[in-house]
């Protein structure tokens, strides 16, 4: 399928952007660059995050966009701390105005102002919202005004979380990419995952997924959840998004206080058509992302691809590939690290399949307990 770039309409939206939200972001207050100076020497972490895509035809709220919308989402927290949001309009072809947003009802302000310009293709980072500390691990809810018309949002499909768009639930989350927070005092660590990552085989709002688990694990670490289902490493999709490889530097190098990026892609290269049959081709993405990675001075940690006999497109075929792979990166030294997370779900009586209480009922994505298993299988030490 076409890779999904949306680099041309994002430099016009900027253009646009500038010209009709001037107005709104050349004029700041003098209390809002005094918290926000004060806030810099604390060091921003991202304490919860998600990756977008552009609407499909399919996604009718974010394809038609909003005209005066109100979208509620309410986020889990690793690390706590001060707050800061961060919204983004990665596949837009027009800048949105947002606002007025609250957080936890507290007015969040960007320069001072209730409102702001987004640019198309652009990230828009609020004033630390005055008042509001938030705890460790705890659910924040942020309620973002789109005045509009907003035209196509760019948007995450599936947090496996509730949410609303002018109160009807949904479990997607337009616009907002991330909450930002100063009082991580653990590892920082952005995962590049798939379905496994977003969460599925685990029920909604239940905060079960691996990511969630490694964070209860390690009290104080700031982990950004960065996992798109159907998500690939090589190749883009106008339905999954841009593949990691493509994704990377906006997805991961762009997270303030990252120390650690653990990737966990490669299943969906090897039976997604058109299938990947080549194990070479996948190794060198893995390469390909490390030289970016510690270019911009980050460990990483390379995830081992789980076992998915049973899954409707699984072949003896792609588990040889799977498993060549998965030898190279326990033994090439690809990584900074090794999360064998092939190891902790594997059926020692099959271990091309998962272990039966670990299948969520595919043979692709694990249980709520498959998934501590793949929290459990992450070496604090090597993040």
Same mark, same amino acid.
């Given at each position: 399928?076409?890779?999904?770039?949306?680099?041309?309409?994002?430099?016009?939206?900027?253009?646009?952007?500038?010209?009709?939200?001037?107005?709104?972001?050349?004029?700041?207050?003098?209390? /809002?660059? /005094? /918290?926000?100076?004060?806030?810099?020497?604390?060091?921003?972490?991202?304490?919860?995050?998600?990756?977008?895509?552009?609407?499909?035809?399919?996604?009718?709220? /974010?394809?038609?966009?909003?005209?005066?919308?109100?979208?509620?989402?309410?986020?889990?927290?690793?690390?706590?701390?001060?707050?800061?949001?961060?919204?983004?309009?990665?596949?837009?072809?027009?800048?949105?105005?947002?606002?007025?947003? !609250?957080?936890?009802?507290?007015?969040?302000?960007?320069?001072?102002?209730?409102?702001?310009?987004?640019?198309?293709?652009?990230?828009?980072?609020?004033?630390?919202?005055?008042?509001?500390?938030?705890?460790?691990?705890?659910?924040?809810?942020?309620?973002?005004?789109?005045?509009?018309?907003?035209?196509?949002?760019?948007?995450?499909?599936?947090?496996?979380?509730?949410?609303?768009?002018?109160?009807?639930?949904?479990?997607?989350?337009?616009?907002? !990419?991330?909450?930002?927070?100063?009082?991580?005092?653990?590892?920082?660590?952005?995962?590049?995952?798939?379905?496994?990552?977003?969460?599925?085989?685990?029920?909604?709002?239940?905060?079960?997924?691996?990511?969630?688990?490694?964070?209860?694990?390690?009290?104080?670490?700031?982990?950004?959840?960065?996992?798109?289902?159907?998500?690939?490493?090589?190749?883009?999709?106008?339905?999954?998004?841009?593949?990691?490889?493509?994704?990377?530097?906006?997805?991961?190098?762009?997270?303030?206080?990252?120390?650690?990026?653990?990737?966990?892609?490669?299943?969906?290269?090897?039976?997604?058509?058109?299938?990947?049959?080549?194990?070479?081709?996948?190794?060198?993405?893995?390469?390909?992302?490390?030289?970016?990675?510690?270019?911009?001075?980050?460990?990483?940690?390379?995830? !081992?691809?789980?076992?998915?006999?049973?899954?409707?497109?699984?072949?003896?075929?792609?588990?040889?590939?799977?498993?060549?792979?998965?030898?190279?990166?326990?033994?090439?030294?690809?990584?900074?690290?090794?999360?064998?997370?092939?190891?902790?779900?594997?059926?020692?009586?099959?271990?091309?399949?998962?272990?039966?209480?670990?299948?969520?009922?595919?043979?692709?994505?694990?249980?709520?307990?498959?998934?501590?298993?793949?929290?459990?299988?992450?070496?604090?030490?090597?993040?």
């Amino acid at each position: 399928m076409p890779a999904v770039t949306g680099r041309g309409p994002a430099r016009r939206g900027v253009l646009t952007a500038t010209v009709a939200g001037a107005a709104a972001v050349a004029a700041t207050v003098p209390e /809002a660059r /005094a /918290a926000e100076r004060k806030a810099s020497r604390t060091g921003w972490a991202t304490s919860w995050a998600t990756a977008q895509t552009a609407p499909t035809a399919e996604d009718t709220v /974010a394809a038609a966009g909003l005209t005066d919308g109100v979208c509620t989402a309410t986020v889990r927290l690793s690390a706590g701390g001060r707050v800061r949001l961060r919204y983004g309009h990665a596949f837009g072809t027009v800048p949105v105005l947002v606002g007025p947003v !609250t957080a936890d009802g507290r007015a969040v302000t960007f320069g001072g102002r209730r409102q702001a310009w987004l640019a198309a293709g652009a990230s828009l980072t609020s004033d630390p919202v005055d008042g509001l500390r938030a705890p460790d691990g705890s659910a924040l809810t942020v309620e973002t005004r789109l005045p509009g018309p907003t035209g196509p949002l760019s948007f995450h499909r599936n947090t496996h979380a509730s949410h609303s768009v002018d109160g009807a639930r949904t479990t997607s989350v337009f616009l907002l !990419t991330g909450v930002e927070v100063t009082g991580a005092h653990g590892p920082v660590v952005a995962v590049l995952g798939d379905s496994v990552a977003e969460g599925v085989g685990t029920p909604d709002d239940a905060d079960l997924r691996w990511p969630d688990q490694l964070a209860r694990r390690l009290p104080g670490s700031a982990v950004a959840n960065l996992g798109i289902s159907g998500n690939r490493l090589l190749l883009d999709d106008a339905r999954f998004g841009p593949g990691g490889q493509a994704r990377f530097d906006r997805d991961v190098l762009s997270l303030p206080g990252l120390r650690t990026v653990l990737v966990q892609l490669g299943v969906n290269d090897l039976q997604q058509p058109p299938a990947q049959a080549d194990s070479s081709l996948v190794l060198a993405g893995y390469r390909q992302l490390v030289l970016r990675a510690r270019s911009a001075g980050l460990r990483t940690v390379g995830a !081992t691809i789980t076992p998915f006999e049973g899954w409707t497109r699984w072949t003896r075929e792609a588990d040889a590939v799977r498993q060549r792979i998965n030898r190279a990166v326990r033994t090439g030294h690809l990584f900074d690290a090794v999360a064998d997370f092939d190891a902790a779900l594997r059926d020692p009586a099959r271990p091309s399949r998962l272990r039966p209480a670990f299948d969520s009922g595919d043979g692709l994505h694990p249980t709520p307990s498959g998934h501590a298993a793949l929290a459990g299988a992450v070496d604090r030490r090597h993040l």
